[in-house]
């Protein structure tokens, strides 16, 4: 949220920043409340979460009993 606040006082013109976010709508919702355009940042782009050894263990079957 801090972000949008910087934005803010940056003293660029409102109508030229653009919020994009994976984060939660709440995040969206602050940025509309400010007069801020904003947009949800598609999945596609998002960084795929990686697996934790013993999550990778487990889809490996090594970590059956």
Do not use: C, H, W
Not at 19 to 25: G, L, P
Not at 29 to 39: A, P, Q
Request: proline share 2%; aromatic share 6%.
């Amino acid at each position: 949220m801090r972000f949008i606040l910087l934005a803010l006082k940056s003293g660029y013109d409102i109508q030229n920043i653009v919020v994009i976010s994976s984060d939660n709508n709440l995040l969206l919702i602050k940025s509309k409340r400010e007069g801020l355009v904003y947009r949800k940042m598609p999945e596609t782009y998002l960084i795929k979460e990686e697996l934790s050894e013993e999550e990778k263990e487990i889809k490996a079957g090594i970590g059956a009993i």
